[in-house]
């Protein structure tokens, strides 16, 4: 047990040195009291501002916190979601019998106009039940399939343990049971050597050669093959040049790094003429859709790597697509130069900058429904029951390009259905936006959506003008995936010509794809004939696109 024994005479001086300390303060504010009290006050006044700055200067720092640790949790579940929750966009309702549309009673609606859109509604959700009723009955039980009969076949035979045929009969000798199972040979590297033989024409004595056969590259050793199988590993199997160079040692072939390089350069060189003439092509349409996406770059100046933006725009009626980097731009300037000249409808998301076009005569701009979509979805955690409103109304829409797709109508069926169907919704949906804005509070997530398709709502329901136009841009938005993909294995482009050589290969990659077309029996065959137009001007050059190819029966 430690000592607590009290030393008295210690206790003492430290009670005494206490209380001379305090009657010499008590004496000093006595003296300054009686000398100058307003000084005193003042004193006292300064402390307690001191003190509510500090209390003030808090509170603020307290907010901000607070905001911000909002807005961590935002992106915190927005992750979560990303990486756990479901990646579809479409609205399903959890409750089918739920009314969410008693928000939109008593607007005003002009005379016929809420009639059409109840009635509208009905025939909808009638024909999605009918949808689903039939799509449940065609489902049936997963049937493995068989291995395709156009693979080579090998045949090995086991028989019962002990079998010896002198003793033994078969009983399954025309019909016996087999099993089969998918083999796999590793690639190999084979050399094809070409002999060039000279002969003498006898009746003039004249000696011929045999032409030496056009390489793709002159003075290369590589094939037209090889090359190919370069371009789809990088950029359809996503396998960076470096790996494929220490897939090529396995295999007993050593080819530099910069070799392949140098290739991959060479085969875009190639290919830079059809990529001009596949864009004056798809100019000369009046339906375009466009995006742009991110690509980082390595900045020599910068000695790191930045976040660039290359361009894709997708013909929807021929599945063409054309990729376009301009330095890894995404300035209004990019738009004003890469649809310099074009006339007819452009489909694009919420960037402001294609706001650009929408003054140039000739040029209509078209919105995207799966961005509005997208922008209510988020706002569900904010105001489910408007939120949900929103998405119910969006999702009949959906719901009419459903049918449309499903009954296969042509382009003038598939207005007169929209117009009988998907208009007076919309017609209804926009004057919702507008009474209900009103209701909301400001700066919040359901406003910015309400805030964000209304402001684009002329250009939203243009779609159902024409029946060639979609409802969204969906479908330029999955042809950019595959460099989404390829971006996080090889990372980042080395410089500017690096990332429009990969622009040019992303083209023909998606085009390909478009026309259901082989890319590498393509990029073969473009290898093997691009030379046929070197020299013979009369030729046009979009002979070589893929569905051009593939209507003449080559691919």
């Known amino acids: 047990m430690p000592d607590r024994t009290i030393d008295k005479d210690e206790l003492i001086r430290q009670l005494m040195a206490d209380r001379d300390r305090l009657f010499r303060e008590n004496s000093r504010l006595r003296v300054a009291i009686n000398t100058d009290p307003e000084s005193v006050k003042q004193d006292h006044k300064e402390q307690l501002e001191a003190k509510d700055i500090i209390i003030n200067k808090t509170e603020e720092l307290l907010e901000k916190k607070d905001t911000r640790i909002a807005q961590l949790e935002k992106q915190v579940a927005y992750l979560k ?27 005003p609606l002009l005379p016929g106009e809420k009639e059409a859109a109840i009635k509208a509604e009905e025939e909808i959700k009638v024909a999605k039940e009918h949808r689903i009723k039939r799509m449940e009955k065609e489902k049936g039980a997963p049937v493995r399939k068989s291995l395709p009969e156009e693979l080579e076949r090998k045949f090995e035979h086991v028989y019962p343990e002990g079998y010896n045929p002198e003793e033994w009969d078969l009983l399954d000798e025309e019909n016996p049971l087999y099993t089969e199972v ?15 033989h000279k002969a003498i024409r006898k009746s003039d004595r004249t000696i011929v050669t045999a032409d030496c056969p056009v390489k793709p590259i002159a003075k290369s050793y590589a094939s037209a093959s090889l090359l ?165 109304q969006i999702q009949l829409l959906y719901e009419v390009e459903r049918q449309i797709k499903e009954q296969e109508l042509s382009f003038e069926d598939a207005v007169v ?52 136009y979609n409802i969204d841009n969906n479908g330029i938005e999955n042809a950019v995936r595959p460099l989404a993909i390829g971006r ?59 569905d051009r190819l593939k209507s003449a029966g080559i691919l």
């Open 228 to 392: 190919a199988d370069l371009m789809i590993d990088k950029y359809v199997d996503h396998i960076p040049f470096y790996r494929q160079q220490k897939q090529f040692e396995r295999l007993g072939m050593k080819i530099p790094l910069p070799t392949i390089l140098g290739w991959f350069q060479d085969v875009s060189d190639l290919l830079m003429p059809l990529h001009f003439r596949l864009w004056e092509l798809m100019k000369g349409t009046d339906y375009l859709q466009c995006d742009e996406t991110t690509l980082p770059i390595v900045r020599n100046d910068k000695h790191k790597t930045v976040k660039g933006y290359i361009w894709l725009v997708r013909d929807p009626m021929s599945g063409r697509q054309y990729f376009y980097w301009d330095k890894g731009s995404r300035s209004g300037e990019v738009v004003l130069k890469l649809f310099h000249g074009y006339q007819g409808a452009l489909q694009t998301d919420g960037y402001e900058r294609y706001e650009l076009l929408d003054e140039k005569k000739g040029v209509i701009l078209l919105s995207c429904w799966a961005h509005a979509r997208r922008k209510f979805s988020e706002a569900l955690k904010n105001d489910k029951e408007r939120a949900e409103s929103a998405l119910e």
């Open 488 to 546: 996080k294995n090889y990372l980042f482009c080395q410089n500017d010509d690096t990332a429009e050589s990969t622009a040019i290969i992303y083209s023909f990659m998606g085009c390909c794809k478009a026309s259901s077309v082989d890319f590498r029996s393509w990029m073969i065959y473009f290898l093997e004939h691009v030379h046929d137009y070197d020299t013979d001007y009369t030729m046009d050059v979009a002979e070589l696109l893929p």
């Open 417 to 468: 259905l929209r117009k009988r169907l998907a208009y007076p919704i919309m017609v209804r949906f926009e004057k919702w936006l507008v009474v209900e804005h009103a209701k909301v509070i400001k700066g919040s997530p359901i406003e910015k959506a309400i805030l964000y398709t209304y402001k684009r709502f002329n250009k939203l329901s243009r779609y159902h003008l024409d029946g060639r």
């Open 182 to 196: 998918l083999m796999k040979e590793p690639t190999k590297f084979y050399v094809l050597r070409t002999y060039r």
């Open 81 to 107: 979601r990303q990486l756990y929750g479901g990646k579809a966009e479409r609205y399903i309702n959890p409750d089918p019998d739920a009314r969410q549309l008693e928000l939109f009673e008593g607007l």
